[in-house]
């Protein structure tokens, strides 16, 4: 697993190669059946300024049980809306995240072929609090992790493990 680091107070960013050329990367962002392999489910992602509906669903991710902390995700649902701010196909996807109770962050994918592989530098940004960074930090790697496994045609059943590590490495706990 790879981890990424706070750039500032309210900004995390992790980078990562993935072992597949950029178009079909692409398609897992955008294409909504593709991204609940990974991340979440919900509207296929084609334009810029687009409000989108993303379904949090993680038991299409992998059959593990999730830890206690996040056990009402095993078999719920939990929409979210968000607002598409850039479309570059296929190199620059940005959306709002949050809204409601939750404030209103924002997500940039930046994907670079590099030959037959991608560079995605993931960069979340506008994050309330330095708890909440560590949250989506925790979050977000395993859900790259989980891409990557997708990508290469590998099973996904290590997403909770995955998260349960990566919480720890940003929470300074001990393995």
């Given amino acids: 697993m790879q981890f990424g680091r706070a750039i500032a107070p309210d900004t995390f960013r992790l980078e990562r190669k993935l072992k ?3 178009e079909r990367v692409w398609s897992y962002f955008v294409d909504g059946e593709k991204r609940a392999l990974w991340f979440t489910g919900g509207d296929t992602i084609t334009a810029q ?12 991710i ?16 939990m929409p979210a809306t968000g607002q598409v701010l850039v479309f570059d ?11 409601g109770d939750e404030p209103v962050s924002e997500v ?3 994907l670079t072929a590099q030959g037959d592989e991608t560079l995605l530098v993931l960069t979340h940004s506008r994050i309330a609090d330095g708890a909440s960074l560590r949250d989506f930090a925790g979050g977000w790697t395993a859900h790259v992790n989980t891409l990557a496994s997708a990508l290469a045609g590998e ?21």
């Fill in 20 to 22: 597949a050329p950029v």
């Fill in 49 to 60: 300024g687009q409000t989108v509906t993303i379904i949090f669903a993680h038991h299409r």
């Fill in 62 to 77: 992998t059959d593990e049980k999730p830890p206690a902390r996040w056990a009402e995700m095993e078999s719920g649902e």
């Fill in 89 to 99: 196909p296929p190199h620059r996807l940005a959306l709002t995240w949050g809204g």
């Fill in 108 to 110: 940039l994918f930046e």
């Fill in 155 to 175: 099973p996904t059943n290590h997403f909770w493990a995955d998260v349960v590590a990566a919480h720890a490495h940003y929470e300074g706990e001990p393995r």
